[in-house]
Nanobody, 114 residues
Framework: QVRLVESGGGLVQPGGSLRLSCAASGTMFGFYDMGWYRQASGKQRELVATITSIGSTNYADSVKGRFTISRDNAKSTVYLQMNSLKPEDTAVYYC????????WGQGTQVTVSS
């Protein structure tokens, strides 16, 4: 099975950008649908973006036009390019892999603050 490790989080100013990476270990990465979720302090985890095994994408309304999810199956990596960041984007961002069950990474903290 696939194991996931997120990286790329940090502290940015409003309007700034970050690129999150989700590196997958294991095999058969290309068969998984992938997603990014986030959980703000005191809030429920919410969907940010998904990308299927064939490349179809879906975004939460709150990030449409600002975030882009992509995958590189040769590198077994999923990315989340985040532009025009807002304070309300502050959260722990989790990578998700889905086939017949869900696999989660440990999360990476994104803080958007001036």
């Amino acid at each position: 099975q696939v194991r996931l490790v997120e990286s790329g989080g940090g502290l940015v100013q409003p309007g700034g950008s970050l690129r999150l990476s989700c590196a997958a270990s294991g095999t058969m990465f290309g068969f998984y649908d992938m997603g990014w979720y986030r959980q703000a302090s005191g809030k429920q985890r919410e969907l940010v973006a998904t990308i299927t095994s064939i490349g179809s994408t879906n975004y939460a309304d709150s990030v449409k036009g600002r975030f882009t999810i992509s995958r590189d199956n040769a590198k077994s990596t999923v990315y989340l390019q985040m532009n025009s960041l807002k304070p309300e984007d502050t959260a722990v961002y989790y990578c998700n892999a889905r086939k017949t069950y869900d696999i989660w990474g440990q999360g990476t903290q994104v803080t958007v603050s001036s």
